[in-house]
C-alpha cells in the first residue's frame, strides 16, 4: 500500500489487520537507516499484535526503503508530517477508535515530539530505545563537529556531495544539521499526555539506557520504563543485525509480548 505526504511523496507501507473488528491500532515508526521490517522485528511485531486483535500500519520513512524522496533532504518536521497522514490512513482504514504511535531509536524521539505537539491524535504512546535528543547524537558526538561548527573537511565533503555518510546505511545533509539544534524533543515531554510505555536495553551503546531512565519523569503523563537486562541497541546481543542469535530473539519476543499486552490493557 501507499500513502500520499502533504508534499505529494508516496510512502510504502504495511497494512496488517488482525481478521477481527477492532478498536485498536497502531503505527510503527522504525529507525533512521533501515526500512519499515526493522531487520524483521517489526514484521514479527505487527503478527503479535495482530494476534492480540490489534492493527497496525508500519511505512518506510522519506528516503528509505520503497518510499520516494532523498535521505539527504529528510528532515524531523517532514516525519511529523508524514507520521500525521500515517495516523489518519491507519484511523481510516481499519476503524480504530484508539490509535498508538510506535517508534524506534531515530524514529523514538519524533514520535513523543509529535505526542507532545498533536496530543488529540494519540491515544498511546511507545518508544524503543529512543533517541530524544537529535543534537546529541547528530552534532555533539561527532568528531567533525566542533563547539557546534563543522570543520573544514567534512564541510568541503557536505558542500561537494551534498550529504555526510552519517551511518552506512544513512545519509545526512544540511537541512536536519541545521533542524537538531531547535527541534528538541526531549524538552518537550512535559507535554505528552498519552500514557507511555518505553522499552530499552540496559547495553545500549547506540542510545545509552541513561537516557530513557532521565525521561521517565519529565512526561507530562504516566510513563512505564521496561528494561530488557543485557540487550543491545534493537532488544539483540552484539553485532546481530539480522537479530539470527536465539537470544535476541528470545529479547523480541519478550518486547513484543510486553507491547501487546500494554497496548490491550484498558485504559
Known sequence: MSVRTLDGLHLAGTLVESGQPTSRAVVLVHGGGVTREEGGFFTRLAAGLADAGVASLRFD??????????????????????????LAHAREATGAQEVTLLGASFGGGICAYYAAQRPDDV????????????????????????????????????????????TPT????????????????????????????????????????????????????????VEIEGSQHGFAVHDDPQYLDPQSQEWQ??????????VTTPL
Open 61 to 86: 520513512l522519506r528516503g528509505h526503503g520503497q518510499s520516494e524522496g532523498r535521505q539527504e533532504e529528510l528532515t524531523l518536521s517532514a516525519i511529523l508530517n508524514d507520521i500525521r497522514v500515517v
Open 123 to 166: 491515544s498511546r504512546l511507545v518508544l524503543f530505545n529512543p533517541q530524544l535528543d537529535y543534537k546529541k547524537r547528530t552534532i555533539d558526538s561527532r568528531a567533525y563537529w566542533e563547539n557546534d561548527y563543522l570543520q573544514e573537511e567534512a564541510a568541503q565533503q557536505l558542500a561537494s556531495e551534498g550529504f555526510i555518510q552519517f
Open 170 to 225: 544513512l545519509k545526512h545533509g544540511r537541512p536536519i544539521f541545521n533542524e537538531v539544534f531547535w527541534l528538541r524533543p526531549h524538552e518537550a515531554l512535559g507535554g505528552v499526555q498519552a500514557p507511555t510505555l518505553i522499552v530499552h536495553g540496559t547495553k545500549d551503546t547506540f542510545v545509552p539506557i541513561e537516557s530513557s531512565r532521565a525521561a521517565v519523569e519529565q512526561f507530562g503523563g504516566p510513563c512505564k520504563l
Open 253 to 262: 519476543a519478550f518486547v513484543i509480548r510486553t507491547v501487546a499486552e500494554w
